[in-house]
């Protein structure tokens, strides 16, 4: 059997990367002040919520803005209603994300709703054991936005490789988005993983580690690998792209990554602000940097590319990032023009755009 080298004992949800406009990116979100208690944490009801309004508390957290949002929540077992959340951090990476009709996950007190917190992705409130070690040890992602395609079957599996930034950048570009993932000991039977993985909704899960191959199970290295860049373009700064998901695994431990087949996106990149050294560089601090982007997407089919800085959108500025996804909402179905900085030379691309999912 084929396995994959040692490569995490702490896996970190995505870090390094904002997505704009691309269905089901991770972002990072801490919480500040008002962020899940510990009680709220073992007794709070997860829930989706719309963010309806948003505002700059003028605090910030190692230079990431602290903001208060109103939210709409919808929880399965009540009916919808409102609350304000005062303060919760947000990562200077998931600012795009973070907007008023994008979706986040709170936790709320079901006796006192106003009770109520972004919740941040960490370990889920203890529970008695599902014997399973993969469903007792899962983290959950923090999904913005993300608009998963229900599975209708069991999810397959891969061993991923030694580079688990690789394999989630070639991930993000085949459309798929991260549900959360598991660190165990001592359970080397996949099966453990693809039952997990398929209670919690994936379409495919990544095991990372040594593992013992069942009779009769397939159990390949994943075989998506990121899109080559383009050999004429310069990078777009050092370590853009996903950091190692997974990294420094002992002899006796495992894990997997569970990720979710999102819907097709109206533009299909993950981008970011421009960095200080790009400031300098070109003089200007508007703008963002595309990262990667989705095969078939509809920024794949009019050739960006990645290290492309787009600086308008259907001829307006991009002085706000943070304004992008509803600019690009609002021209979904669209055929836009994007002004780009490739290298050193200005270019126009012309996009058509995905309709906007109903």
Same mark, same amino acid.
């Given at each position: 059997?084929?396995?994959?080298?040692?490569?995490?004992?702490?896996?970190?949800?995505?870090?390094?990367?904002?997505?704009?406009?691309?269905? &089901?990116?991770?972002?990072?979100?801490?919480?500040?002040? &008002?962020?899940?208690?510990?009680?709220?944490?073992?007794? !709070?009801?997860?829930?989706?919520?719309?963010?309806?309004?948003?505002?700059?508390? $003028?605090?910030?957290?190692?230079?990431?803005?602290?903001?208060?949002?109103?939210?709409?929540v919808?929880?399965?077992?009540?009916?919808?209603?409102?609350?304000? %959340?005062?303060?919760?951090?947000?990562?200077?990476?998931? =600012?795009?994300?973070?907007?008023?009709?994008?979706?986040?996950?709170?936790?709320?007190?079901?006796?006192?709703?106003?009770? %109520?917190?972004?919740?941040?992705?960490?370990?889920?409130?203890?529970?008695?054991?599902? &014997?399973?070690?993969?469903?007792?040890?899962?983290t /959950?992602?923090?999904n913005?936005?993300?608009?998963?395609?229900?599975?209708?079957?069991?999810? /397959?599996?891969?061993? !991923?490789?030694?580079?688990?930034?690789?394999?989630?950048?070639?991930?993000?570009?085949? &459309?798929?988005?991260?549900?959360?993932?598991?660190?165990?000991?001592?359970?080397?039977?996949?099966?453990?993983?693809?039952?997990?993985?398929?209670?919690?909704?994936?379409?495919?899960?990544?095991?990372? !580690?040594?593992?013992?191959?069942?009779?009769?199970?397939?159990?390949d290295?994943?075989?998506?690998?990121?899109?080559?860049?383009?050999?004429?373009?310069?990078?777009?700064?050092?370590?853009?792209?996903?950091?190692?998901? =997974?990294?420094?695994?002992?002899?006796?431990?495992?894990?997997?990554?569970?990720? $979710?087949?999102? /819907?097709?996106? %109206?533009? !299909? =990149?993950?981008?970011?602000?421009?960095?200080?050294?790009?400031?300098? /560089?070109?003089?200007?601090?508007?703008?963002?940097?595309?990262?990667?982007i989705?095969? $078939?997407?509809?920024?794949?089919?009019? $050739? =960006?590319?990645?290290?492309?800085?787009?600086?308008?959108?259907?001829?307006?500025?991009?002085?706000?990032?943070?304004?992008v996804?509803?600019?690009?909402?609002?021209?979904?179905?669209?055929r836009?023009?994007?002004?780009? %900085?490739?290298?050193?030379?200005?270019?126009?691309?012309?996009?058509?755009?995905?309709?906007?999912?109903?």
């Amino acid at each position: 059997m084929r396995s994959s080298r040692s490569v995490s004992r702490s896996f970190v949800p995505l870090l390094g990367a904002a997505c704009l406009a691309l269905a &089901g990116c991770s972002g990072m979100m801490t919480s500040f002040g &008002g962020g899940p208690s510990e009680e709220l944490r073992q007794k !709070g009801v997860l829930a989706p919520a719309e963010i309806v309004e948003l505002w700059d508390t $003028g605090w910030t957290v190692n230079d990431n803005p602290v903001v208060g949002m109103k939210v709409h929540v919808t929880p399965a077992d009540r009916p919808p209603f409102e609350a304000r %959340i005062e303060k919760t951090t947000v990562s200077r990476i998931a =600012i795009p994300q973070v907007q008023p009709g994008q979706t986040v996950m709170v936790r709320f007190d079901p006796d006192n709703p106003r009770d %109520i917190a972004v919740d941040t992705g960490g370990p889920e409130p203890a529970a008695p054991s599902t &014997g399973n070690p993969y469903r007792d040890h899962f983290t /959950r992602a923090n999904n913005l936005g993300a608009n998963f395609v229900r599975p209708d079957e069991k999810p /397959r599996i891969y061993l !991923g490789t030694a580079d688990s930034g690789a394999d989630t950048q070639a991930l993000y570009e085949n &459309g798929y988005a991260l549900i959360g993932a598991s660190g165990v000991r001592a359970a080397p039977d996949p099966r453990l993983a693809l039952d997990a993985g398929a209670e919690l909704g994936a379409a495919l899960v990544v095991v990372y !580690g040594r593992f013992t191959r069942p009779a009769g199970m397939e159990l390949d290295v994943l075989p998506l690998r990121p899109r080559p860049a383009a050999p004429d373009l310069p990078v777009a700064s050092p370590g853009a792209g996903p950091g190692p998901l =997974i990294r420094g695994l002992g002899q006796d431990e495992q894990a997997a990554a569970f990720w $979710g087949k999102t /819907r097709p996106a %109206i533009l !299909g =990149i993950v981008s970011r602000p421009l960095n200080v050294p790009e400031q300098k /560089r070109l003089r200007r601090t508007d703008g963002m940097v595309v990262e990667s982007i989705a095969n $078939g997407s509809p920024a794949a089919a009019a $050739g =960006i590319q990645p290290g492309d800085v787009v600086v308008a959108i259907d001829g307006r500025p991009l002085p706000d990032v943070r304004e992008v996804p509803a600019l690009i909402t609002s021209l979904a179905g669209k055929r836009v023009n994007f002004d780009v %900085i490739r290298g050193e030379r200005a270019v126009t691309v012309a996009v058509q755009l995905n309709p906007a999912l109903p």
